[in-house]
């Protein structure tokens, strides 16, 4: 039988498979909360992808790496210069983290492939499982750097050279853990783009829906900001003369969250990094370094924000006496996605007996950016609460399960299911 995606609407994938292989891939970077921190290129994102590459090889995958460190798992199909339809996420994650965010993706690829191998299912199209590089940006920003070398959002020496707190750049450490690839970002076109993924936010749960139908994602921008001011004594110095740069960051702290507020329903603020030197408890401080995030879908709504910030940092330096830093690292428009890849996963979702519903993403991913260069749709199932970057992350294995049933569904309607091979 083929459902209205060219699939076999029969086809289900192993759900406790993929449910032990994300337990599996949680050991590494466990955290005592029952997280994950896995940074972006450290040891144990090594360990990580070393995993998932023994699995794809175990499954018959060809595995190549390109430049950015993005690992690919190719399935082949019967016709090799097809494009490939391709899904993954990544495996890096929030320093405290959870079991599920990026790994879903990933491993809800690998279970697609497995269970296709299981059933002797053919593609016509190879079917490929990415693993893209520094999605969480928590150690080298901006995040998704990878897939946007890949889209051509950026360049490859801006994606290399991009520098940790510490000071170590990108590509160094692609070559320290052995994932610089030699392979070009983007060397090929492909059929389409599926990401599953949690939603990370309450809308599925509260509206009682399994599977998320993702229309595109919000705009965002990224800034790093300084303010300087004076170190001084915090006992002779007397109030009026203070140039206290911290006091000038908690006034912005409070204007991003203002702004937030004042763009509702859409918009998002955050100051999620904020370092005061020196950090000494009788000492003034005399300068912070914090970041903000904001986000709205609408890439209108999105600039006025940004200039409500930049209004709200330069009237708070001027009124405390601080020297002002200002600078937008990052900015990504709005993105739409593919109608056909949306359908696919609509029909997906009917064809397996799951309620759903359309959906827009609050958090960036790769899809985000690959969406530039291929026909692209993502599936989100629940988390609990809508909790995520948080170790308590959770979701269940049936709604994970429904989730890769779709992306099979999906992913079979772009690969072409020519059949079934004898065995
Ligand atoms: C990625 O996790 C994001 O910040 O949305
Ligand atoms: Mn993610
Ligand atoms: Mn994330």
């Known amino acids: 039988m083929v459902d209205a995606a060219g699939g076999d609407g029969n086809l289900r994938v192993d759900g406790g498979r993929l449910w032990r292989s994300l337990m599996d891939m949680a050991r590494i970077g466990a955290t005592d909360k029952g997280g994950v921190r896995r940074l972006a290129l450290t040891d144990l994102d090594r360990e990580g992808r070393d995993l998932f590459v023994r699995w794809c090889e175990e499954a018959g995958c060809a595995v190549s790496v390109d430049r950015m460190g993005n690992v690919f798992a190719r399935r082949p199909g019967r016709d090799p210069d097809a494009p490939p339809a391709m899904t993954g996420s990544h495996l890096d994650s929030q320093p405290t983290g959870g079991k599920f965010d990026g790994a879903y993706g990933v491993l809800a690829g690998l279970e697609v492939v497995r269970t296709l191998n299981d059933l002797g299912v053919e593609t016509e199209a190879p079917v490929e499982i990415a693993v893209w590089t520094n999605e969480e940006g928590s150690r080298f920003a901006p995040p998704m750097i990878a897939s946007g070398v890949f889209a051509g959002v950026f360049d490859i020496e801006y994606g290399l050279s991009r520098q940790d707190p510490e000071g170590r750049t990108l590509g160094e450490e692609l070559v320290r853990i052995g994932y610089a690839g030699d392979r070009e970002c983007g060397d090929r076109k492909l059929a389409a783009y599926f990401e599953a993924h949690i939603e990370q936010g309450p809308i599925l749960e509260d509206e009682g829906k399994t599977i998320g139908v993702v229309s595109g994602g919000q705009a965002q921008c990224w800034y790093e900001i300084v303010m300087t001011g004076q170190e001084a004594h915090a006992g002779p110095t007397p109030m009026p003369v203070r140039r206290d740069a911290l006091l000038g960051a908690a006034r912005a702290v409070e204007a991003v969250n203002r702004i937030g507020l004042s763009h509702r329903p859409g918009g998002r603020a ?79 979702a009917d064809a397996c007996g799951y309620t759903s519903m359309d959906i827009v ?63």
């Open 361 to 423: 993403s609050g958090a960036g991913h790769d899809a985000c950016h690959v969406a530039r260069v291929a026909p692209t749709g993502m599936i989100f199932v629940p988390c609990e609460g809508g909790i995520s970057h948080n170790e308590m992350e959770s979701a269940t294995p049936e709604d994970l399960e429904a989730g890769c049933n779709v992306l099979l569904h999906a992913m079979l309607g772009f690969a072409g299911s020519g059949g079934r091979t004898s065995r």
């Open 270 to 348: 955050t100051v999620g990094m904020l370092d005061a030197k020196p950090n000494s408890r009788n000492v003034i401080p005399g300068s912070v370094f914090f970041t903000v995030d904001l986000r709205h879908p609408d890439d209108s709504v999105l600039s006025a924000m940004d200039e409500e910030l930049q209004a709200a940092c330069e009237t708070t330096a001027d009124d405390i006496g601080l020297e002002l830093e200002f600078e937008r690292i990052w900015r990504s428009p709005a993105v739409v996605f593919d109608a056909a890849c949306l359908d696919a996963v609509r029909s997906g």
